[in-house]
């Protein structure tokens, strides 16, 4: 034993000598190719694709980006700005703006513009090794986009134009409504998407910090009625309020960069003959005046003829929303909750988390008996709004029954910069400097039957039991038997 351990520890200590200077070699080879791979990252070769993919459509003349990404010479002075910007993570001033955690919960939506860990390697190789330009030879073509005043959802079937106001470069924030404004539509229609554009006489290159930048208004809110039919009721005030009737309809709620509404084939939103459009708009000066503003609502019908299959859930957004427990101390970080139990089976379309100028983060989750699946999570920027759609075969499938846990955080430190100051406390309210919390995203509803039919459609795509689908809790569970069926089955003596 005496004799075999020396040589043990000779050759142990020999090995490690070895693989220590062998680790050392490699370092310094991984180190040296860093180098020349960092070198090798070129603007014309490596970042104006990626440029041209996530970020020229608004970083472009007249695109409504604060400056533009188009020629090496645009981009050479922001480089270490883009590489910092595109690191931040799922936060409030990530470019990108989309703040979906990629760690947690579903990751298919659609429209994702969020940059690659590639992506993300190659603009920081660039950025730190000198952010050389490269042979112009590499350069792709240039991109063409539509105009930014273009209508994302193609030429609208109707467009309806609000009254003008006029909004001071500095005054205090203003809520109001527009005149109701007639669709003239002698026939029910359904919308297959929808887009609200301001329309102002703001400089296109007006340089603004305030939320917005050079747009006044910070978010709309609208619904259609059909006046005569709808509950109409009076309120003490002497202000008419509508009422919800099977001709009513809430659209998505219009906010500073949020993107036009596409809706599912199976599921347009109706646009009754003979309806208004009734909104409440919040708008807020921008450093500049406006002397003429107003809101362009533009609707893209289906053909005539077609039915929606799953109606909106509740008529309006999903929720669950809390505003009576915010209770946002002066210089803390706090948590916010809120729960719903669905009455009816649903799926989810889109998640939209929405708070004012202290939140910065909002998870969705749904619980179902002992289950509890984180569907998304995402961070939030009272800068720029988004709404997360989720892709087709991604959409959450939850049973009546199930509980809807909304979660919140907001952020009343000085650290986050869109609060105004760290040291007042604040409660729900519409004002930026007070808070909300709700999803603005939205579900459909879905019979027993279409339920059935859609888990069995979503377990096509599944491999096996071991194939976990976030978001179906019971896309494994056997398939009901609907009291008709089994009536039969068991006939009679």
């Known amino acids: 034993m005496n004799d075999i351990t020396p040589k043990f520890a000779t050759f142990r200590s020999g090995w490690l000598v070895a693989a220590f200077v062998g680790l050392i070699a490699q370092a310094v080879a991984a180190q040296g190719q860093a180098s020349n791979s960092g070198a090798d990252v070129t603007f014309t070769k490596d970042i104006a694709p990626i440029l041209q993919k996530h970020c020229q459509v608004c970083h472009r003349p007249n ?37 979906v955690e990629k760690d947690i919960g579903i990751q298919r939506y659609k429209n994702d513009p969020s940059l690659s860990q590639e992506e993300l390697d190659r603009i920081a190789k660039w950025a730190t090794g000198g952010a050389p330009r490269g042979n112009p030879a590499d350069m792709p073509p240039p991109v063409k986009f539509e105009d930014a005043d273009k209508w994302a959802i193609g030429t609208p079937d109707l467009i309806l134009k609000s009254k003008e106001v006029v909004v001071p470069a500095v005054a205090g924030d203003w809520w109001g409504s527009f005149a ?79 993107n036009a509404d596409f809706f599912p084939p199976d599921s347009g939103r109706l646009l009754a ?19 003429r503003a107003h809101a362009e609502f533009g609707f893209k019908f ?33 948590e916010l909750h809120a729960y719903e139990i669905l009455d009816q089976n649903i799926k989810i379309i889109a998640f939209e988390p929405h708070l004012h100028a202290a939140g910065v983060r909002m998870c969705l989750e749904a619980i179902w008996g002992s289950q509890i699946q984180q569907l998304t999570c995402a961070g939030y920027d009272h800068n720029w709004v988004r709404q997360y759609e989720y892709a087709d075969d991604a959409t959450p499938l939850l049973p009546k029954g199930t509980i809807l846990h909304l979660i919140g955080w907001i952020d009343t430190t000085a650290a986050n910069r869109n609060v105004a100051d760290s040291r007042n406390w604040a409660g729900s309210g519409r004002r930026s400097v007070a808070n909300m919390f709700l999803n603005e995203g939205y579900a459909v509803t879905l019979t027993d039957e279409q339920f059935q039919a859609e888990m069995a459609k979503r377990r096509q795509t599944l491999t096996d039991r071991n194939d976990y689908d976030i978001g179906c809790p019971l896309c494994w569970a056997p398939p009901m038997i609907s009291p008709t069926v089994s009536a039969a089955s068991e006939g009679t003596p």
């Open 63 to 99: 695109g409504g980006g604060p400056m533009s990404l188009i020629t090496y010479e645009d981009v050479r002075p922001w480089a270490r700005a883009i590489n910092e910007r595109t690191h931040l993570g799922p936060h409030a001033g990530v470019m990108p703006p989309w703040m």
């Open 180 to 258: 109701d404004m007639p669709t003239g539509l002698t026939e029910d229609r359904y919308v297959e998407a929808v887009q609200v554009m301001e329309v102002n006489d703001n400089p296109v290159d007006a340089s603004s910090k305030t939320v917005g930048g050079r747009w006044v208004f910070h978010h709309i809110n609208y619904n259609s009625f059909v006046p005569g039919i709808s509950d109409v009721t009076a309120e003490p005030t002497g202000k008419e309020t509508v009422g919800r009737g099977p001709q009513d309809t809430s659209w998505p709620t219009q906010e500073v960069g949020r």
């Open 302 to 334: 289906f053909p005539k003829g077609y039915k929606p299959l799953y109606p909106l859930y509740k008529g309006k957004s999903l929720g669950p929303s809390s505003g009576v427990d915010i209770d946002a101390q002066a210089n803390s970080k706090e």
């Open 273 to 291: 003959a003979g309806s208004s459009i009734r909104t409440q708009y919040h708008i807020h000066s921008n450093g500049v005046r406006v002397t």
